[in-house]
């Protein structure tokens, strides 16, 4: 009998999405499994959806986005949590409920709470909740960070106690909840007054980003920063280091130059691009390139929780790193020891210091690589996200092959 897991993604399949376009063509790709993922219609245009393959099938909701706002609105004198009313679909549940029914699963996994209430009817102890990060541990940092824009921390200050409220209601009853590093999950047991939280690690796809093999490690004089530009974590460091690039180009020299590489950069960092050796390229297909030809990704975070990607991709590719503390938070010890760590104020010494010595360029390096393919292989963590759906399986009663 085939291990049938039926996988709930509260969004778009989007290319931006790296747990679900990682993790399930690879279990469904393993011997006697069936994948169902049902997931909201849309996504990134041009971007390649989840591919055909034996054993995964997909099927795509259309969910409303005036509903849900009016939905939104309707809850909000309730104190729900907005991101989950939001996205609590009667049309994705009802999909979800139809899907159940009809491929009989072993174990149900939700990316995100918020796609949690699409599983009502389905017993607790059978479902996975994935959440990845802490968004009350976001908020908190919104809350705490000085210069944040008004409308972010009223959102945190709105959002962050009802969405704690809500992992207190849904975590002590799913059978399995999975957090991406150690400091997440501490966070999400305390709020989801749940002891055990599976950490299932963010990883990097080592077919895409590793490093060329046909030139040598880019120059380090020459920086890159990547990221979705609307968020406000990339934002607010984009706009710092755009700031700041004068002072660390004068340490460089005027070769050195500074890529901004990810999509919707905010029009005050286009007017960045063709001055002091600065560019902003929009959306870019891949990162690799952007990686292969910077010496150093720049990762100046103030607010970060889970695993920020914009600092394992570079380290996959063998490019140096030169990170904030709290950008490597998540990391474990090894792979905090393959990066750069200096605080906004150190930043530009810290570069310089980096560019003039090649022993620990090299040396970072390898510690990079050796950390991304013992730890971050979306092979390995696949391997570790099927044991956690077999065991809850298990517990839920459920016959297992």
Same mark, same amino acid.
């Given at each position: 009998?085939?291990?049938?897991?039926?996988?709930?993604?509260?969004?778009?399949?989007?290319?931006?999405?790296?747990?679900?376009?990682?993790?399930?063509?690879?279990?469904?790709?393993?011997p006697?499994? /069936?994948?169902?993922?049902i997931?909201?219609?849309?996504?990134?245009?041009?971007?390649?959806?989840?591919?055909?393959q034996?054993?995964?099938?997909?099927?795509?909701?259309?969910?409303?986005?005036? +509903?849900?706002?009016?939905?939104t609105?309707?809850?909000?004198?309730?104190?729900q949590?907005?991101?989950?009313?939001?996205?609590?679909?009667?049309? *994705?549940h009802?999909?979800?409920?139809?899907?159940?029914?009809?491929?009989?699963?072993?174990?149900?996994?939700?990316?995100?709470?918020?796609?949690?209430?699409?599983?009502?009817?389905?017993?607790?102890?059978?479902?996975?909740?994935?959440q990845?990060?802490?968004?009350?541990?976001?908020?908190?940092?919104?809350?705490?960070?000085?210069?944040?824009?008004?409308?972010?921390?009223?959102?945190?200050?709105?959002?962050?106690?009802?969405?704690?409220?809500?992992?207190?209601?849904?975590?002590?009853?799913?059978?399995?909840?999975?957090?991406?590093?150690?400091?997440?999950?501490?966070a999400?047991?305390?709020?989801?007054?749940?002891?055990?939280?599976?950490?299932?690690?963010?990883?990097?796809?080592?077919?895409?980003?590793?490093?060329?093999?046909?030139?040598?490690?880019?120059?380090?004089?020459?920086?890159?920063?990547?990221?979705?530009?609307?968020?406000?974590?990339?934002?607010?460091?984009?706009?710092?280091?755009?700031?700041?690039?004068?002072?660390?180009?004068?340490?460089?020299?005027?070769?050195?130059?500074?890529?901004?590489? +990810?999509?919707?950069?905010?029009?005050?960092?286009?007017?960045?691009?063709?001055?002091?050796?600065?560019?902003?390229?929009?959306?870019?297909?891949?990162?690799?390139?952007?990686?292969?030809?910077?010496?150093i990704?720049?990762?100046?975070?103030?607010?970060?929780? +889970?695993?920020?990607?914009?600092?394992?991709?570079? *380290?996959?590719?063998?490019?140096?790193?030169?990170?904030?503390? /709290?950008?490597?938070?998540?990391?474990?010890?090894?792979?905090?020891?393959?990066?750069?760590?200096?605080?906004?104020?150190?930043?530009?010494?810290?570069?310089?210091? *980096?560019?003039?010595?090649?022993?620990?360029?090299?040396?970072?390096?390898?510690?990079?690589?050796?950390?991304?393919?013992?730890?971050?292989?979306?092979?390995?963590?696949?391997?570790?996200?099927?044991?956690?759906?077999?065991?809850?399986?298990?517990?839920?009663?459920?016959?297992?092959?």
């Amino acid at each position: 009998m085939a291990f049938r897991v039926l996988v709930i993604l509260p969004f778009p399949w989007s290319y931006s999405r790296p747990r679900s376009r990682n993790f399930w063509p690879r279990i469904a790709a393993q011997p006697d499994t /069936e994948v169902t993922v049902i997931a909201h219609a849309g996504g990134d245009g041009d971007l390649p959806a989840l591919p055909v393959q034996a054993g995964l099938t997909t099927r795509f909701v259309e969910v409303g986005r005036l +509903g849900a706002v009016v939905r939104t609105g309707l809850r909000f004198p309730t104190g729900q949590s907005l991101r989950l009313s939001y996205a609590d679909s009667p049309a *994705l549940h009802r999909a979800v409920i139809d899907a159940y029914r009809e491929f009989r699963p072993h174990v149900v996994y939700v990316e995100r709470l918020r796609g949690f209430p699409a599983t009502r009817g389905i017993p607790a102890n059978e479902v996975v909740i994935d959440q990845t990060d802490s968004l009350p541990l976001f908020y908190q940092q919104v809350l705490d960070t000085p210069g944040v824009p008004f409308v972010q921390r009223l959102i945190a200050r709105v959002e962050g106690p009802r969405f704690a409220r809500a992992e207190g209601r849904a975590y002590p009853t799913a059978g399995a909840v999975i957090a991406c590093t150690p400091r997440d999950a501490e966070a999400m047991a305390r709020d989801g007054h749940r002891e055990a939280i599976d950490v299932i690690a963010n990883g990097v796809d080592l077919r895409e980003y590793y490093p060329a093999a046909d030139r040598p490690p880019g120059d380090p004089r020459h920086l890159v920063m990547t990221g979705n530009f609307r968020t406000l974590p990339n934002t607010d460091a984009a706009l710092w280091l755009a700031s700041e690039w004068p002072r660390i180009r004068e340490r460089l020299g005027a070769e050195a130059s500074l890529t901004f590489a +990810g999509g919707n950069p905010p029009p005050a960092l286009q007017q960045a691009h063709g001055r002091d050796g600065v560019s902003v390229t929009g959306y870019v297909p891949t990162l690799r390139d952007a990686y292969w030809q910077a010496g150093i990704a720049a990762v100046p975070v103030r607010l970060a929780v +889970g695993t920020q990607n914009k600092l394992i991709e570079p *380290l996959a590719c063998g490019t140096l790193v030169v990170a904030t503390p /709290e950008a490597v938070a998540g990391l474990p010890e090894d792979g905090r020891a393959a990066v750069t760590v200096a605080r906004r104020e150190e930043f530009a010494d810290a570069i310089a210091a *980096l560019v003039a010595d090649p022993d620990r360029q090299a040396l970072l390096r390898q510690r990079a690589l050796d950390f991304v393919r013992t730890q971050l292989d979306w092979d390995i963590l696949a391997v570790k996200l099927r044991g956690v759906l077999e065991r809850v399986a298990e517990r839920a009663h459920t016959s297992v092959r």
